[in-house]
């Protein structure tokens, strides 16, 4: 687990099947081994050599055919131990892609988002949430717990079926199977890059124009907007900007009914409050003015006064402890 997390499971998918490669090696090579020893004993392997085979000559006629069985077997198995890998990593918040961490609550632990759809990642806040929402756990491990059967079941029979077959099966490992193989695997390949939603977003993303999406920014955020605050016509051209995007890129309008069709507005009524005036903040202390949401800021709302206030401000820091008086005016 250790060399999993240091070989980068949170930088994706590929880094982890290196990991679990590079970790999970030895196990499969002592099963090849000893397989291989018992076959070696075989009065066929004796024949073999007797007739003058090669090395490579037994272990592709004789050897391959006669493991290739267990093998299959044995991957089946190890899916499972893999998904119980996975589990046991998330659990402490180690996942496939690693993802971010956000705050939804000012009192609340940080929530963790994965980059790809992973159980594990569902794991990785049920340490946090386990008091409170107990039943968070239940889903994810539901999940592993029905995978990990599954493929113990699958690999189980599939290791009966292959010793009732054995004879049979070693028969189809031949060259029209392993160019049917083949011709399924480029079919595989072709279906996913062609048809399935990674091909339709790796289109999209191919005609992301950058420069554009600059430009939209730049008018979205410009002075002559204010910002997009309610109430300014800056609101106003933004929202129709974006709604003539909308139309261009032939997105369908599903707002409310307009001139023949529907558009792409919705209306909803907000009651806010704003300053009328930029407020004023003197120390009165004779040093230069300070600047309105850069040395300190307000807010409107409707527990708020307007008026004048003074009072004393006590500094303490670096040691020094200092008492002055201040004046406010406009809204606090």
């Known amino acids: 687990m250790i060399l999993i997390l240091a070989l980068g499971i949170r930088n994706g998918l590929p ?64 899916m499972g131990a893999v998904l119980m890998l996975l589990g046991e990593l998330g659990f402490v918040g180690v996942f496939i892609g690693g993802g971010a961490y956000a705050e939804l609550q000012v009192d609340a632990p940080p929530y ?43 690999g189980e029979g599939l290791r009966r079926l292959m010793e009732r077959l054995s004879a049979g099966f070693t028969r189809l490992l031949n060259r029209t199977t392993l160019a049917l193989a083949t011709v399924l695997l480029v079919a595989v390949v072709w279906v996913q890059g062609n048809v399935t939603p990674v091909a339709y977003w790796a289109r999209n993303a191919q005609a992301f124009d ?30 129709q900007y974006i709604a003539g995007q909308y139309e261009a890129a032939g997105l369908q309008a599903a707002g409310e009914p307009g001139e023949g069709d529907f ?3 919705q209306t909803r009524h907000y009651t806010f409050l704003r300053l009328d005036e930029v407020p004023i903040l003197d120390l009165g202390d004779g040093g230069p003015p300070l600047t309105y949401r850069t040395d300190y800021a307000a807010y409107a709302g409707p527990d708020r006064g307007t008026g004048e206030g003074k009072g004393p401000v006590v500094w303490v820091g670096l040691g020094e402890v200092r008492q002055q008086s201040f004046t406010t005016s406009r809204t606090l």
Not at 127 to 135: C, D, G, Q
Not at 211 to 236: K, N, V
């Open 15 to 78: 880094p982890f099947i290196l990991a679990l490669s590079f970790v999970g090696w030895p196990e499969t090579m002592q099963f090849v081994r000893s397989k291989v020893q018992s076959i070696r004993l075989q009065p066929f392997i004796e024949g073999a050599v007797a007739t003058g085979l090669r090395t490579p000559q037994i272990l592709f006629r004789h050897v391959l055919p006669n493991i290739i069985s267990p093998l299959i077997a044995l991957a089946a198995l190890e």
């Open 263 to 265: 558009t792409y507005f």
């Open 112 to 154: 963790h988002y994965s980059d790809v759809p992973e159980w594990g990642a569902l794991l990785s806040n049920v340490r946090l949430y386990a008091r409170s929402y107990t039943w968070t756990a239940f889903y994810p491990a539901a999940a592993f717990f029905l995978a990990i059967l599954g493929f113990n079941l699958f």
């Open 210 to 239: 950058a420069s554009r999406a600059l430009r939209d920014i730049a008018y979205l955020t410009s002075p002559e907007r204010e910002g997009r605050a309610l109430g300014t016509s800056g609101l106003e051209q933004a929202a």
